[in-house]
C-alpha cells in the first residue's frame, strides 16, 4: 500500500505521456489461460457517422470527429480460426463472454495491464474474456475511444470475414468494465438506446437493421462517472480515496469512507432502478477507488471477494431463469464491512448520506460543465494574448 501511494504521489510529477507510457506494460499470463489476439477490420464510414449522429441527437457536448486508425493487418497467429473456437470452447464451462473495457482515466492502459483482473474474472466465471483495445486521450480526443468499444462489440455479434469466432448471441454477453473502462460501457449503452429509430447501416458486409441488441447485463467497478468532480462524495471522500493523501497507516483508521466517486455509481444505479432495470449494489467499506485491480490491494481479501461477486453477477445475467425480469425491479443493496467482511442490507437511497434528487444531479454536473468550459475559453483568451 505504501508503494502504491509512494508512486502516485512521487515527486516531480511525470508528465502524461510517461504516465502513459508506464502503464502499457504487459502482465504475464498463467500458463492455464488461453489468450488470442486478433485486430479488427476497420468497417466503413456508416459506424462514424452512426456515432455522431448519437451524440449530436443527445446534444450534451462537444467533441472532435473522430477518424479511423491507419490500415493494419490482421494479426498472425500460431493457429486457425477454427483452432481458436475449438481451443476456446474446450477451456470454457459457460456459455458466457464478458465483454470487457480497462480502466485508466481514458489515457492509459492496455488489455494486457488488466490480465490479472480479466484472468480472475474468466476462472471464476467460467466464460471468456474479450477485453478491448481502445485508443487513448490526449492522442485520440472523446469519442475516438467509444468509437472502438462500439466497434468491438458490433464485431462481437457481427463478425468480420474470417474472424475467430461465430456470431455472439447478445443474451450471452456482459459488459464489465472498471472506471473510465465503465465509463464507456455505459455510453455505449446510451448510444444503443439512442439508435433505436435509426435506419439501417452496413457493417463488416452486412445489413444491420436497428434497435441493436443490448447485453444481458453490465457489471462495473468503481464507474468513473464524474469526471468534472461536481458531486459531494467527491469532496467529501478526499481524505479516504487512494490518489490523494489517505491516512491508512493511522491506528484508528478506518472509521468511514468511501471512494470520491461514488456518488456517481449511486445516481446511475438508482435512476436504473426507477427504470425497472434490476440492480445488485455492493458497496466496500473504506475501499478506495478501483481496490480490486491495483496493485497492493489486488491481493486483499476485499479484492478477491469483490472480483468473485463480480464474477457471479456476470454468471447470472445469462442464466435463462433470470432473463425475464417481470415487470418490479429486483434491487440488492448491501455494504461489506471492512474488518470482519460480513454484509449488511442497506439503501441506495440514504447510505451513508440521501442521495441528490436526478434533476439536482444533472444541474450541478452541467454547471460544473459550464464552468469548465468558461475556464478554458479564458485560458485560451490568456494564451492568445500572450503571444501578440
Known amino acids: 500500500m505504501d508503494a502504491s501511494r509512494a508512486y502516485i504521489h512521487r515527486e516531480p510529477q511525470p508528465t502524461v505521456s510517461k504516465i502513459q507510457q508506464d502503464s502499457l506494460k504487459a502482465e504475464p499470463l498463467a500458463d492455464s489461460f488461453q489468450c488470442f489476439q486478433d485486430i479488427i477490420p476497420i468497417p466503413n464510414d456508416e459506424v462514424q457517422r452512426l456515432l455522431v449522429k448519437a451524440i449530436d441527437d443527445v446534444k450534451q457536448v462537444e467533441y472532435r470527429n473522430p477518424s479511423w486508425p491507419p490500415s493494419v493487418s490482421r494479426s498472425k497467429i500460431a493457429c486457425s480460426a477454427s483452432e481458436q473456437r475449438d481451443i476456446l470452447a474446450e477451456n470454457t464451462s459457460r456459455n458466457l463472454t464478458i465483454f470487457h473495457a480497462h480502466g485508466g482515466a481514458f489515457f492509459q492502459g492496455i488489455p494486457e495491464a488488466s490480465r490479472p483482473t480479466t484472468s480472475r474474472l474468466a ?58 473502462g465503465a465509463n464507456l460501457l455505459y455510453a455505449l449503452l446510451q448510444i444503443l438506446r439512442v439508435t433505436r429509430q435509426y435506419p439501417p447501416i452496413t457493417v463488416h458486409g452486412r445489413t444491420v437493421k436497428f434497435p441493436l441488441p443490448l447485453p444481458a447485463g453490465l457489471a462495473t467497478l468503481s464507474f468513473y462517472g464524474d469526471p468534472l468532480a461536481s458531486l459531494p462524495s467527491y469532496s467529501l471522500n478526499r481524505v479516504n480515496d487512494l490518489y490523494l493523501e489517505i491516512p491508512w497507516s493511522h491506528p484508528s483508521y478506518p472509521k468511514f469512507g468511501d471512494e470520491q466517486f461514488v456518488d456517481a455509481s449511486r445516481t446511475v444505479a438508482r435512476r436504473a432502478a426507477q427504470q425497472g432495470v434490476h440492480v445488485d449494489w455492493i458497496q466496500f467499506e473504506a475501499m478506495p477507488h478501483c481496490f480490486a485491480t491495483l496493485p497492493g490491494l489486488e ?73 469548465d468550459e468558461d475556464n478554458f475559453r479564458t485560458a485560451q483568451t490568456a494564451e492568445v494574448a500572450s503571444k501578440l
Open 299 to 371: 491481493s486483499g481479501w476485499q479484492a478477491k471477494s469483490c472480483i468473485r461477486k463480480l464474477a457471479t453477477f456476470c454468471r447470472g445475467c445469462v442464466e435463462p431463469k433470470n432473463r425475464d425480469h417481470g415487470d418490479r425491479a429486483r434491487v440488492k443493496a448491501v455494504r461489506v464491512d471492512y474488518s470482519s467482511g460480513a454484509e449488511r442490507e442497506i439503501s441506495i437511497d440514504d447510505d451513508p448520506t440521501p442521495a441528490l434528487p436526478f434533476n439536482e444531479v444533472q444541474l450541478r454536473i452541467r454547471a460544473m460543465m459550464d464552468a
Open 123 to 180: 476462472a471464476l466465471s467460467g466464460g471468456r474474456v474479450a477485453s478491448v483495445k481502445y485508443r487513448l486521450a490526449p492522442q485520440c480526443p472523446f469519442p475516438t475511444g467509444l468509437l472502438d468499444v462500439l466497434v468491438a462489440y458490433l464485431s462481437l455479434i457481427i463478425p468480420p470475414p474470417h474472424s475467430p469466432h461465430q456470431p455472439i448471441d447478445p443474451s450471452t454477453i456482459v459488459f464489465a468494465g472498471d472506471s473510465s
